[in-house]
């Protein structure tokens, strides 16, 4: 009797082992069912781009189709969608899915059969007339846990200075932002605090970069050219300086950034240079006959879109035609951004789009920025500048963080936003 139960004991141990093995290395799966009048295709990839399982789904009905995914932890459970509610008027399908546990994780999404273009918008970014179609519907949700309010911004104002006001509701726990001053860095971390860099004021700063949790600018206390890089620290304010043994003009173009390594160019002498992070050091990389950027892949440049300011595009894709940029991110999972140029007031602005990388024939739209260059991709949130205000987009919607009104006269000032 001994020896069965000790073998028994032994047996049960190997399974709970095996079963746990199993668990720890299952890399997903692939599954469809039926909920109501809808077919789901579900797939789960364990290995996802923000440290969460990603679980992708395309859902069909008589009338539609669609897609999306959802970054979210189910325990690598399957058929995770328990309910999908909707309503239709005109022409226009709003919907909402249902997850076990009657948990709400995305916002009602909603897509007009006349769309040539494929394209979803979030309840929150109907207009008002639209919205006003589907009110019933929305206060039908209520009893599912779905809460209208959690996708609004209804951050108050704090007023630092007569220029600058802070949300600080819609300040993410971990992320450090920093924003230009004209005489350095403004940090915002549990505090505010000023990193002064220069004597003097200097409103125009364009031999500068943000990358990672650094910001690296030239020393604008020299008048016609200089030696010295300043390297903060965003999330601490510590400041280090990295020497170049050339002079370097001011009529340098910041290119972009790979590996911990900074490149950049002078027009003045036509030479590329890589600042290192690591080593601290500046050295000559190229001169006008061999110049290179980067775009997933490193490639000759010509010395004409050099001098014409030519930058690095770490997440380049190719824009489908009415598009004016696209950058994927991510493979089997993430997403592809899609920036639509568009003109109010004679003044470019971008609509921005967003398809997940397992299927980008549906797009959902995100939010308006007034400069692509302010975007900034950050596990699963998008910062970027529209107007005079830095904002997130995140699982709640868009969030406005800061607001300058000093880039009505100045739009040189820029952001820089790190996760710790």
Known sequence: MKFLLKTLGILLAIFILLKLLFYIFDSGHEVSYSVGNFEVDEVLKTKSLYGEDDYYFEVSHEDFNFNFQVPVSYNKDDKVISKLRYEKQDDMVCILPIFKGNKILTDVMCFSDSDNENVMTYYQDLDDNTQSKFADFINSLKKFGYDVNNYEDRA???????????????????????MENYKGLTLFNDEEENVELFDNDVYKRPVKLFYDKYYIVANYNEEYGFKIFYVVNIINGNVQEIRSYDDISFETIMQGAVDDEIYFFDKETELQYKISLKYENVEEV?????????????NSMALSDALEGKTFDNYYTKAPNGYEKADCIGED?????????????????????RADVQNTKIKTYLFTTTDMRSVIYLDNFVYFVNGNSLYYYGENGVRQVIANSEREFNDDIHFGVYIN
């Open 333 to 353: 999972t993430g997403y592809c951004y899609y920036y639509k140029k568009q003109m109010v007031d004679d003044k470019e602005q971008y609509l921005v789009y």
């Open 156 to 178: 108050k104002g704090r007023n630092l200075s007569n220029n600058l006001t802070l949300y600080d509701d819609n300040f993410v726990d971990n992320h450090y932002i920093a």
């Open 286 to 298: 190229a001169d006008k006959d061999k110049l290179q950027y980067y775009n997933g892949k490193w």
